[in-house]
T-cell receptor
């Protein structure tokens, strides 16, 4: 158990809908990362928050947004969903701001858009 | 360009065989960090090892060993006497010392260990 909790584990929704994925980092970790894992693109970095502030952005679509709350949990919001958004979404946390330290991953949320 | 290549998409071995998973990386940075993660069938990503670019010593942890060679930009992972529980997708990843760029992952190698 990595100590990172993601909910829900599975989500099935229709095209055009909006969903929210939730992540609770390990106790004491200030950095939260979101990654998308799809068959064709592999593991792609989406966005990073550190202590409530956005610190790095990757290949995140404009339809997607995220935030980190004062209690350090984070939410990833996906809207106007398309079939191609079906993927496994991971949250990871680490103690430090920099990406060169080991990050601990949650079990992921498997999103299926139908 | 920062890139990680895992040329082996899938490997299948019989239990107790040794297996090496290859990882080749590209970076212009002199300081960088290399990682291996394991993704078992249950789906979570499990951290295995982190190595910085200044430490070329090989590392052994039980049946796992890692061979880092800067000269060939490789960070290979060997499992000795493989077991069925080793069946998983293994990812090699790269991170940098500057800024807060997160991990750059390879595409992964799916290892199947057959009893």
């Amino acid at each position: 158990d990595s100590g990172v909790t993601q909910t829900p584990k599975h989500l099935i929704t229709a095209t055009g809908q909006r969903v929210t994925l939730r992540c609770s980092p390990r106790s004491g970790d200030l950095s939260v990362y979101w990654y998308q894992q799809s068959l064709d693109q592999g593991l792609q970095f989406l966005i990073q928050y550190y202590n409530g502030e956005e610190r790095a952005k990757g290949n995140i679509l404009e339809r997607f947004s995220a935030q980190q709350f004062p209690d350090l949990h984070s939410e990833l919001n996906l809207s106007s969903l398309e079939l191609g958004d079906s993927a496994l979404y991971f949250c990871a946390s680490s103690v430090y701001l920099r990406g060169n330290t080991e990050a601990f991953f949650g079990q992921g949320t498997r999103l299926t858009v139908v | 360009a920062q890139k990680v290549t895992q040329a082996q998409t899938e490997i299948s071995v019989v239990e107790k065989e040794d297996v090496t998973l290859d990882c080749v990386y590209e970076t212009r940075d002199t300081t960088y960090y290399l990682f291996w993660y394991k993704q078992p069938p249950s789906g979570e990503l499990v951290f295995l090892i982190r190595r910085n670019s200044f430490d070329e010593q090989n590392e052994i942890s039980g049946r796992y060993s890692w061979n880092f060679q800067k000269s060939t930009s490789s960070f290979n992972f060997t499992i000795t006497a493989s077991q069925v529980v080793d069946s998983a997708v293994y990812f090699c990843a790269l991170a940098f010392d500057s800024g807060n760029t997160p991990l750059v992952f390879g595409k992964g190698t799916r290892l199947s260990v057959i009893a």
